[in-house]
Structures are given as C-alpha cells and as structure tokens.
C-alpha cells in the first residue's frame, strides 16, 4: 500500500462526521478518525500507541478513564455528557472555540473484548440554542413578574423570603434588601392567616390575606 493511500476501516473512520477514538485493551489509541485531527490538532501518526492522558495531559480526564475501563473489564457502555461534565477533552471547533461535546464509550469484541470505542458529538450549537432559548424564557419571566401589580414573592423550605417582586416592596414598606432572607410570616397578621394562605394556595383558591401595616 503507497503512503497515499488509506486504510479501508481507517476511511470508514474518516467519513464519520464525529469523533471516532479506538483504544486497545491497554487503553492505548489504535484508530483516530480525521475529525479528531481536526477538532485537537493531532493526526493519528501522533497519537497512535499512546493513552490519552498522555495526548492531554492537561485535562481532567478522571471520568472518561472510568468509562473506559467499565467497557473493557465490565462490558459496560457509558455516555458522558456535556451536562453533567462541561470539560472533556480540549477540543476546538473550526473557528478556534471550545467544542461542546458528548462522549460515548463502547466495548468493542464479540466473544471476547479486545478494546472500546470512544465516540465524540459536537454539541456546541445544540447547547448554545437551549442556552439562548432558556435566557429568553428567563427574560420573559423576569419581565413578567418585575411588572406585575400583584405580589409576587418566593421562599425556601423554611419559610424565608428569597425573592420579592416591586410590588412586593411597595405593598410591605420594606426594602428590597430587608425583605430578602426574612420570615415571611412576618408579612402576615397572624400564623393563622399564613397558613391559610398555604393551604388555599394548594387548593387553587385565592385568599385575601391581610398584610401587617
């Protein structure tokens, strides 16, 4: 074979639009797909034969090493997600920014396991998309209860206040600052009427509590 021409598994590889890592039982890279060329910098002469700790020795990569050894001592696929591990490998996209990713790892063997498959998916403009479309959301909501002629206001478990509305300010006589982590049944004229307003909250009632003066 010339030195131009490609392997076949290595072209089916290569024709994958994703990250495609095969490691050995070693967990030392045997295939290395174009799109992992481009996505880190290094081609598949630089990496072959090495672990990956060894091709980022920067990175964290305590996570993806114990996916890696469920799949080839359990037979256990794993999925790691962007979600749950913002930073996996130091991948870049065309344009030089982080890429966002998922990692699937994949035993590879029939009868017996000889090594995994560590797929890669560029996630970057899904994320970005949920990211824009929840701030939006977000905005809305924000404008929604910043204008609101109602109260409106929120508490934890315990009954404290961590969010007051401009109405809220301006029905209690508090600042906003004041209102923040108090008792919010210091808002009420009796516990009574505090936990009336709980209870018809639940029922979907609308009661008319009276405020302390």
Sequence with gaps: MSSNEIEPDQAILNAVNGGLILVDRNQRVIRWNSWMRSASGYGLPQVRGKLLAEIFPD??????????????????????????????????????????????????????????????????????????????????YDAVVTTAPDVIITVDEDGLIQFANPAAVTQFGYFSSELIGIDSARLFVTTDDWNAVWRNAIRGTKPRPRWRA
């Design 59 to 140: 990175a964290d990569l305590r996570r993806l090493t114990t996916a890696i050894a469920a799949a080839l001592t359990a037979n256990a696929s794993t999925i790691v997600r962007h979600a749950l591990n913002p930073v996996i490998l130091p991948l870049q996209t065309r344009s030089n920014r982080p890429l966002l990713h998922d990692i699937t790892v994949t035993p590879v063997g029939e009868d017996e396991i000889n090594g995994c498959l560590v797929s890669v998916t560029d996630v970057t403009m899904v994320t970005k998309r949920e990211r824009f479309l929840r701030d939006r959301q977000n905005a809305r």
